[in-house]
């Protein structure tokens, strides 16, 4: 498609005074988003009727209203600018999971290949504050668990599972959806009548719970305070309290050994170099012939060898100390086989727009909490940006099934 008045925005060719490396920075920040934009099918305005982009009039539109505070934050840190310029108000769309879809698809591409050399001097690095030990995850996980069980109840159902769900056929109701993730780890984990289940990364005790009705012994651990008060009394609710029990303690502190183990969506964050450390504790925490159901969002093997050191925009406002895995890192740092897995990658993007949907329905009630509009912003970019990573394939998230030698 024809792109209207090609040129650079009125703004953009007489930007403000200031350093000129955050000049030069913004300036080929400009220069590469543009080239990355040209072939995709969305449509960037700008003001001044310029218009970048090669989608059509039905094509997600991503509208950039004060470019050249849009440029200088792609030019500070693109990996984290992209998102703070958002949460700025430089820039909106519709549906946000439209328009940053057709950019996940081409992720791995959007920079030259010859400019992707330079990566290393440039991106920022984790910060080593941010590193999971013992103490260090504690603290990333109340950043974002503990933010306030109230904002959390009213985006996610009345089950209160935050991972993705799994749908039947024909089926739109997510409760009705996590409750089937959920057997299906407990499943995979072989959990029945009996069983002394361990589980590790508790969330808000749905797992607990239907585990326990399984008439399994249930061990879950959390280290969120937050999570533990509101999962005890959900269990106790439930009256499973006799068979299920939380403990407010970091997996590399379990003991005990255990007929099975269940982790969904925890192993995010974990960290790379704890990965071994993870799990070494569920081979030896699982008695011979023991399996475990566990449930991990991964991401390309190559895209992890590129990007594993890297400092994003999910790190700094969401998820400090996270780190995806790909399957072959699973592979390589388990020493328990995998004997079943199924993909629901698609049906977290569906999982993601419930989310985003009742986040929006609900934001006036979530406001009296205290969160701001620039918290509105930050939640907003987070849901459609995992819902894109989803949608376009870049992400996936896998239930796998392990068992250990007798």
């Not at 946000?96 to 290393?120: G, W």
Request: aromatic share 10%; glycine share 10%.
């Amino acid at each position: 498609m024809a792109q209207k008045n090609p040129g650079r925005p009125p703004q953009a060719a007489h930007r403000s005074g200031g350093c000129p490396v955050t000049v030069l920075r913004a300036r080929i920040a400009e220069s590469l988003f543009r080239n990355a934009v040209r072939a995709l099918p969305v449509r960037v305005t700008l003001p001044g009727g310029v218009r970048w982009g090669a989608g059509g009039s039905n094509s997600p539109v991503m509208r950039i209203v004060r470019p050249d505070e849009f440029f200088r934050k792609l030019g500070a840190d693109a990996k984290i600018g992209f998102g703070e310029s958002y949460m700025a108000g430089d820039w909106n769309s519709g549906h946000l999971a439209d328009v940053l879809t057709p950019f996940a698809k081409r992720m791995a591409t959007l920079i030259p290949k010859p400019l992707q050399v330079f990566r290393h001097m440039v991106e920022r690095r984790q910060p080593s504050d941010e590193r999971n030990t013992v103490d260090g995850a504690r603290n990333n996980i109340h950043r974002h668990y503990d933010l306030s069980n109230d904002l959390f109840a009213n985006f996610l159902d009345e089950t209160m599972t935050y991972s993705a769900a799994w749908f039947a056929p024909g089926v739109t109701d997510l409760a009705e959806a996590q409750r089937r993730k959920i057997d299906g780890i407990l499943d995979y984990a072989g959990v029945r009548a009996g069983t002394r289940l361990l589980e590790i990364g508790t969330g808000w005790g749905e797992l607990a719970i239907r585990a326990a009705r399984r008439g399994a012994h249930v061990t879950s651990l959390t280290i969120s305070a937050e999570q533990k008060a509101l999962a005890d009394k959900r269990i106790a609710q439930a009256g499973v309290s006799h068979l299920a029990k939380v403990e407010l303690k970091d997996y590399r502190d379990a003991t005990g050994t255990y007929d099975a183990i269940a982790s969904v969506e925890m192993i995010e964050a974990v960290g790379r170099e704890y990965w071994p450390t993870y799990f070494g504790a569920l081979e030896r925490l699982l008695v011979p012939g023991g399996r475990v159901g566990l449930q991990a969002i991964t991401m390309p093997h190559d895209r992890l060898l590129a990007t594993s050191e890297s400092y994003t925009w999910i790190h700094k406002y969401v998820f400090p100390g996270g780190q995806l895995l790909s399957v072959p890192a699973i592979e390589s740092n388990s020493r328990l086989p995998i004997v079943a897995r199924r993909s629901l990658g698609q049906d977290y993007a569906r999982t993601l727009k419930h989310w985003h949907q009742r986040f929006t329905a609900n934001w006036d009630t979530i406001a009296e909490f205290g969160f701001d509009a620039q918290f509105k912003r930050m939640w907003e970019f987070y849901l459609g940006y995992c819902e894109a990573g989803f949608r376009s394939g870049y992400l996936d998230v896998w239930q796998l099934g392990f068992e250990k030698a007798r």
